[in-house]
């Protein structure tokens, strides 16, 4: 029995709620609901898409919560069923549009550079200082990749998730998630790159 | 899956000082022996990636916990509707355990797996009819359960186990009254019992819980084991002396026991998926709600 006051562990709670604690799933969730809410924002590009993702992620949780390992970490696991369920919904709402590059950076096996880009003639602002034009610009470059590539990405970045463990998330062989990585910040790159272009012309 | 941006890719320098940022959760100071090449064009892909920083992102509101656990309540309230046994012409007049639409030809195919592996593993012929008889007697208390639970909205007719509050720290739990069940006509009282231990008294045993456990056990979905073989050694525990808590039932030659389930189906013999062949405690796997067997 838990020691009262004691902070638990997120398995903890998950243990707690599975027993029938009622107070063990709001704590979960408020632990992990700006984290969380954020990653999926990035994810499938609006605030209401995101919350109703946050809570397909939350009720699949709650469902599938026998199922889950206690030894292993909750955090993994919740934002693998997140990426699925962010997953699910872009398959839903597929009409998307396609960035169009007007280079291919890739085709002559040089790959892009990110000396390049920093060379590049027009000056890379802080990321700080960037003002809400050029936040759209952002949103803009992260909303038009794909979300097999995007994924990867923000659970690589702001999740600080290792290559392993996206692969055994996503169950996905080890050398996908790395290219798809790779893919994603050149896309990325490439996709802010031409952006600010057009932005200056 | 591929797509237009999937050729897209980093030069082998460029993607080997990316794998290793991700090897250290982006932290660049955790990179030992860069040389200046190595330490530029980090500090380039860090700040290629620091404006994945800028997309414009809202804290949750206080409302979006609240309306998750709403969506979890109206799940588990349709899901309780799809268990229940819809009979809208009749009133609900007893507090029960809801009972789920039997699969008659599952249990009259489950009995008949039960004997079929029976003969093949040769026990005696004696052991072996009173097993299928015990079996058998299950069977009809559980169709009898699912009998009255058509005329009762769904509900099983259940029974304030007083007798063994003293195990429940004095809280009276609550097991299925099969009492009601023989005497409202649903079974027959000789049903009640397992020829293996001579007919005397009670002669199954029933799962019994407090409520609160009841409601817990309930919401997670899964089959539940409402009856089974009696409980040998129950009477030391309520006595205060010593016990086996391996006790295997004796009723029919130790070949192990049978359970009757809350759909309607009879699991038969030393099955795994009731924790081998113990008889009065059950192991709920990981989570511990165990299965406790009083009569």
């Not at chain 1, 292993?72 to 934002?79: A, G, I, S, V, Y």
């Not at chain 1, 998307?96 to 920093?118: A, C, H, K, P």
């Not at chain 2, 200046?36 to 500090?43: I, T």
């Not at chain 2, 994945?52 to 409302?63: C, I």
Request: overall charge negative.
């Amino acid at each position: 029995m838990p020691v009262e006051n004691e902070i638990r562990t997120d398995e903890e709670l998950l243990t707690a709620h599975i027993d029938g604690d009622s107070s063990a799933f709001p704590e979960l969730m408020d632990r992990y609901k700006n984290d969380l809410l954020h990653f999926l924002i990035r994810f499938v590009g609006t605030r209401a898409a995101a919350e109703d993702v946050f809570q397909d992620t939350f009720l699949q949780i709650h469902i599938s919560a026998e199922t889950f390992d206690p030894s292993r970490r909750f955090k993994p696991w919740l934002f693998t069923i997140a990426a699925n369920k962010g997953r699910d919904w872009h398959r839903k709402h597929s009409k998307r549009t396609v960035l169009s590059l007007s280079q291919d950076i890739g085709g002559n096996g040089e790959g892009t550079r990110f000396v390049d880009l920093m060379e590049a003639d027009q000056e890379m602002p802080d990321a700080q200082l960037l003002d809400s034009e050029q936040n759209d610009s952002i949103r803009n470059a992260v909303d038009q990749l794909p979300s097999h590539l995007r994924e990867i990405l923000l659970l690589s970045y702001f999740q600080q998730m290792s290559y392993v463990q996206i692969a055994d998330s996503l169950q996905i062989p080890l050398g996908t998630v790395k290219s798809r990585l790779h893919s994603a910040v050149a896309a990325f790159s490439q996709a802010w790159q031409t952006a600010n272009c057009e932005e200056d012309s | 899956m591929t797509s237009g941006f999937d050729h897209l890719k980093l030069t082998k320098e460029d993607a080997a000082m990316l794998d290793q940022l991700v090897d250290v959760g982006f932290d660049m100071e955790e990179l030992e022996y860069l040389t200046p090449e190595d330490e530029a064009r980090a500090k380039a892909i860090l700040h290629m990636l620091g404006f994945l920083d800028a997309y414009p992102v809202e804290d949750a509101s206080d409302t979006l916990i609240d309306a998750t656990l709403a969506r979890i309540d109206q799940y588990e309230a349709k899901r309780a509707a799809r268990l229940q046994i819809h009979t809208p012409e009749l009133e609900t007049t007893k507090r029960g355990f809801r009972i789920r639409m039997p699969d008659l030809i599952s249990v009259a195919a489950m009995i008949l797996i039960t004997v079929s592996v029976y003969a093949m593993l040769g026990k005696s012929a004696r052991s072996q009819s009173i097993n299928n008889e015990c079996a058998s007697n299950m069977a009809m208390v559980g169709r009898g359960l699912v009998n009255y639970a058509l005329d009762h909205n769904g509900n099983t007719p259940t029974e304030q186990a007083t007798d063994v509050a003293s195990l429940f720290g004095g809280i009276i739990p609550e097991r299925t009254d099969a009492d009601t069940l023989a005497a409202e006509g649903y079974c027959d009282h000789n049903h009640l019992n397992c020829p293996g231990h001579g007919g005397e008294g009670r002669g199954f045993s029933y799962q019994t819980q407090s409520a609160e456990t009841w409601n817990a056990i309930k919401s997670q979905g899964k089959v539940i084991f409402l009856m089974s073989d009696l409980n040998p050694i129950l009477s030391k525990m309520l006595t205060n002396q010593k016990y086996d808590p391996l006790t295997p039932s004796p009723a029919h030659g130790f070949l192990g026991q049978n359970h009757l389930r809350d759909d309607g189906s009879i699991v038969s013999g030393a099955a795994p998926v009731v924790g081998g062949d113990l008889i009065w405690v059950l192991d709920g796997k990981k989570r511990g709600i165990d299965i406790f067997l009083t009569h």
